[in-house]
């Protein structure tokens, strides 16, 4: 039997927190939040001491190693701006309230580096991380889900209402949002972070929306522990762009002989 009622569950959450109310929660709001803290520990995946994991922040610094020669080097950002500062922590994250540091972590540095949307020439700075002890936290991912598939499912069974339910929960953490549409937008993932924090988890792991890897979010910053740094520098960027059906751009042929519709695009920046 699913924890949910339908494959709608989370928009309905979503939409209601957002429109209506944000702390009070009405009935089928409070409930899909208790199916969520129950069918969570179901979903819970352990983290090992010494994991490693990665963080990146845009930016780098430069320093002077020779008086002599005043040539200057650059090197990573200081600790210091590698880990969150909870007195810094103005604004809310994917996970985090405003005023709360959580610690944003992935699995592979492709991935750290890509969720900073870096411009060409940009430097980043890259941290590895150690897990300091023993950790758990909930998988929001549930699997691969065909394009178009719950559109036609009318009766779906238990078990798939529950993986549509957790592919909606993983998208809406790995969706790239608008600074502007921040406070709003990530209010539905942040609560859901909170009920798996009052749940006993540590953090809470979602794929990336940007590269192959799963990105976490660690409660507790003292969770994982900064070993090492790395400085890269941005030096291509490339999108790849599929029209939505019969909304492509139709390109005629210059000499007036044809033209056909644009599917897909495809950018890559300069060398």
């Known amino acids: 039997m699913s924890a949910f009622d339908t494959k709608y569950d989370f928009f309905q959450f979503a939409q209601m927190v957002r429109t209506e109310r944000r702390r009070v929660f009405p009935g089928k709001a409070k409930k899909f939040l208790t199916a969520v803290g129950s069918a969570g520990k179901a979903r819970a995946y352990p983290l090992k001491q010494g994991s490693r994991l990665y963080r990146a922040q845009l930016g780098s610094e430069f320093v002077v190693r020779d008086e002599e020669t005043a040539i200057e080097e650059e090197v990573p950002l200081p600790k210091s701006r590698m880990t969150p500062d909870p007195r810094f922590i103005k604004a809310g994250g994917r996970a985090n309230p405003p005023g709360f540091a959580y610690l944003y972590l992935?699995?592979?540095p492709e991935t750290a580096l890509a969720e900073m949307r870096p411009?060409?020439?940009e430097?980043?700075?890259l941290a590895l991380f150690e897990i300091q002890r023993p950790i758990k936290?909930?998988?929001c991912r549930a699997g691969e889900e065909a394009a178009g598939e719950r559109l036609f499912d009318e009766n779906p069974p238990a078990d798939k209402i529950a993986s549509y339910v957790?592919?909606?929960?993983?998208?809406?953490?790995a969706r790239p949002v608008n600074r502007e549409d921040q406070d709003t937008a990530y209010l539905p993932t942040q609560i859901l972070a909170e009920v798996f924090k009052a749940n006993g988890f540590d953090g809470v792991a979602y794929r990336s929306g940007l590269e192959q890897g799963t990105n976490l979010a660690l409660f507790d910053l003292t969770a994982a522990t900064l070993v090492h740094q790395f400085v890269y520098t941005t030096k291509k960027v490339r999108y790849d762009f599929e029209a939505v059906?019969?909304?492509?751009?139709?390109?005629r042929e210059r000499d007036g002989s044809g033209g056909k519709y644009l599917d897909s695009?495809?950018?890559?920046?300069?060398?």
């Not at 957790?166 to 953490?173: E, G, K, L, T, V």
């Not at 695009?265 to 060398?271: M, Q, V």
């Open 106 to 108: 992935a699995t592979t």
């Open 119 to 121: 411009w060409v020439g």
């Open 123 to 125: 430097a980043i700075s």
């Open 137 to 139: 936290v909930v998988v």
């Open 166 to 173: 957790w592919n909606d929960i993983s998208r809406a953490f």
């Open 245 to 251: 059906p019969n909304f492509g751009i139709y390109r």
């Open 265 to 271: 695009i495809h950018t890559e920046s300069p060398h």
